[in-house]
């Protein structure tokens, strides 16, 4: 799956970090697919963890300055990833990089970033746009 018009949230370096964590996936599922070094896979997933949680914290930070009130259930979402996450990062850690793992991680990532994206991070932006609008709801000021 490849980052897509319909997944643009107009924040450019929200949609510029969605891009990457998009690309990157795609590399990890070519390197398991192709049996690439084992080094470089797991430097993928590595890449992909850390790129997450810094683009998590980012997403986290703005909500937090602009007073957002879905922080609660959108950092609970955040923290469900990295759980999840974490268990097929142990996967391949403990059984190494294969066809199945990659495809069950691929499908997993891409379609919980699409849903994210979709809902709870456009529930953001369209927050954020509200607030910063000229004459914007005095409830979310």
Excluded: C
């Excluded at 990089?97 to 979709?118: C, R």
């Amino acid at each position: 799956m490849e980052w897509n018009e319909k997944l643009k949230t107009g924040n450019d370096l929200i949609d510029s970090q969605h891009k990457e964590i998009f690309e990157k996936i795609n590399e990890l599922k070519a390197a398991m697919e192709w049996h690439t070094e084992a080094e470089e896979t797991l430097a993928l997933v590595a890449f992909l963890e850390e790129y997450a949680l810094t683009h998590f914290s980012g997403e986290e930070t703005i909500m937090k300055e602009q007073g957002y009130p879905g922080l609660a259930a959108h950092k609970e979402a955040h923290e469900s990833f990295v759980d999840d996450f974490e268990g097929l990062k142990d996967d391949i850690y403990r059984n190494g990089p294969s066809m199945d793992l990659a495809l069950n991680m691929h499908t997993w990532l891409t379609e919980w970033l699409s849903e994210h994206i979709l809902k709870t991070d456009m529930e953001l932006i369209r927050f954020l746009e509200t607030r910063n609008r000229p004459g914007g709801s005095p409830e979310t000021k």
